[in-house]
Structures are given as C-alpha cells and as structure tokens.
C-alpha cells in the first residue's frame, strides 16, 4: 500500500501554466523523480511564459548508499523491493544519483529555468545560488 | 525413491505449510519496518540490484526445511551398487552345432572361453554355478564361491552332441537357485529349441521368481554345417529375445569369438551392480540441516534473513 498519494507532476504544472499571468515568477521544489523528456515541452513553456526557479532535493544517498546486504525498501508512492545490495550495487548507484542530478540541471536550463540543488538546511542561500548570486548565497 | 512412513510425508507437508505461512506473516510485519525510498524504480534502474541473492536464500531456506520434514518419513533411494554376493549360472549349449567353426576354434571352445571371462569378472563374493545342455541338461559345477575351481570346471564341459533342451537347462537352474537374493541365469547357445521343457515357459517362470535371464546367441548370420551330419546349424533369435525378455534379462548376438568375449564379461561387469533401495533419512537431515546452517550464517553476514 503507498505510503503517500502519488503526486502528478504534469498536473501541477500544467495548473501553474493556466493560474499564472505572464511574467509571474515560479518556484518549484522537488526530487523531480518523474521529470523525463516527455516533461522538456512544457517545462519550456513554462520558461518562456514565466520566471522559473527549480529548487532540486538532493537525494539523501547523494554520497553514498549506506546500505548494504539484503534490504527491504518501500516506495513512498507504491511499489516494494527487496534485493542485495553490495559493493557493485552503491556504486552503480552513486553514479546514477549523480548522473540523474546533472541531467536535471540541464534540462531544466535548456527549457529557460534557473536551478540549484536545494540545501535543505540553509534554502534561502540554495535560491540565492540558483539566481547565481554566489557571494550573497557565501553570506547567507 | 520411496518411503517408509508415507504417512510422515503428509505431516511434513504441514509442517512446511505452516512454517511457510509465519514466515510470510513475520515477513509483512518486518516490512512496516522496511525503509522508505522515493522512487524504487529509480532505485532499481541505479543500482540494477541482484534480486536473485533474496530469492535463493529464501528457497535455500525452503529447500532445507523440505529434506528434514522428508527425512522424518525415511525416505529411500535407488542406487547402484556393487553386489557383494548372489548367485549366477551359466549354461552352455553342447548340442551337435556346437562343433561348427564358423566361430573359431568352434562355437563350444569360444563358449566356455567367453564363460571363462565372466566367471573372472565377477564379484568375489557371487557363487556361479556351470550348466551345460544338449538332449538333456546336467550340472558341471554346483553353485560355488570359489571361482578358481569354476573356472577349472569348464575342462570338464561335454564334447558337443544331440539335440537342444534350453528349457531344460532353465529347470535345472531354476531348481538349484537358493530362494532369495541376487540370482541371475546367463544363456549361451547357438541353437533352436528341439527337445525337453518348453523354455519361453521356463522363462517365464524365473522371471516371476525375480531371475532374469540373460541370452547370449552365438553364431554367424550365414550359421554353417555341423559337422559330420551335414544339417545346417541356425540361431533362433526371436525365440532367446523372448527368453530374455520374459524373465526381465537381456539379450545379444555374438558372431564371433571376439564379441562373445565382450558380451560375457560386460555381463559380468553388468550383473556385479544392482539397484538398491538405501536408506536416505540422514543423508537427507544432513543437507536439510547444513543447508539451513548455511543459510543462517550467510543470512547473519548479509544483515537480516530476506
């Protein structure tokens, strides 16, 4: 049973896209877990019509899969997986995470957002970083 | 494979059931304990996870619960092995044909030095016992355990003459043969029924009695003339298969003295196994228990049982 309800992402912009007046500025934080190509066109309208900032939760495993041998997971929006997990499983892992992050950087940049990785602990300097205020961001 | 406490088997089933449904239900209960991730597709496309690992624990697991419930029911299995003792006899055809020489030296010389071949390839503890057969049958050698002196009593084996009484060398090593255990009756003859005892009935009757009879066909396809009487000597083939097939033996063609040799000491070779059912319960409690010894310690080294 999902822990949570499923959250649709298309949906939620594509309300964005009908409740916002041009030139609105948009914030979305997420995990961006379902972001895949079929999302590129309208995260590009969005861009285009709107002043988007994408905040992207960084994975908690971002460093590294602390887990290891037989584990059980559950989703937090359905399904269960219970496998091994051993050395080749965490690096195959940190690279996915890795790799995921970066191509949702670029994604995100080529539809016209800006985009940082959300620091969960400090979000004011992840957004000022997201608007490239760096220095701002050091101080904050 | 069979049992000896069928009954057992049932009991084990249940028990297995029942072990199968706790574990399920432990099993949901430590799931609300599980982990929660965000997306476990994501989570199996990153890490392509080696999900079989779970999987042969569990069955490992499974597998070991299943052989102890089935040791508990004495299970038992068909072996081959080599036989400690039993009883064989040979009978040798001594009819007239047996003076051809289609087979060299003759079809009797190459017999008994083929009999001589299976008597050494067998066992050191199964008596055999040396029959010949002609108009009527006689015992040359009783059953012994000393081969040397069966060996020794082939010297003694008739010069070929008269008719062919297969059946009644059957009878006679019918009547001869202990009651019970490994017991055997090898036929060498180049001829065609023609005087005694019907033997498909012989046959028949050692079949019943759990003594095949294997029958070893000697001659070349062209067969030859016996000696001094000018008849043509032949084989009925159809008649030894159905000896042979009858009693639960075998039967085979030898055409020269090369391939009677063969035939009689892979006989030998052939009837020093037999298949016994052996007793399997602890070999059974052995891997059931030191698979799930295995299972334990490799579950503790890998965290948890999955």
Redesign the interface.
Known sequence: MPLAVAFDLRKALETARAALTRGSALLAIGDWFDLDDGYDRILSELGTRFDCTALIARDPWYDGLPLRGIVRLHGAEGGTIDTYIGRGERERYRAAVRAREATLVTRFAHAGWRCDVLDEQNGEASLLRAFGIAHAARAV | MSFSDPWALVVGAFVVLALVWLYRRLAAR??ND??????????????????W??RA?RGALLLGIVLLAASLAGPKMLFPMPVRDGDVFICIDTSGSMQSTDVSPTREEAAKAAARAFIEALPSGVKVGIITFSSEAGTVQPLTADHAQAVSALDDVPEPNGATAIGDALQLAAQQMPDSGHRLVVLVTDGVNNAGVDPQQMAQYLGAHHIPVYTVGIGTPNGDVIPGTGEEASIDEGALRGYADASGGAYSRAEDASQLHDALSRLGRMTSIETKPVEAAFGFALAGGGILALVVVI?M??????
């Open positions: 430590a799931s599980a982990l929660v991730y965000s997306d476990v597709a994501f989570f199996a496309h990153a890490t392509q996870p080696r999900r690992v779970p624990i579950a080294g890998l965290g948890r049982f999955p």
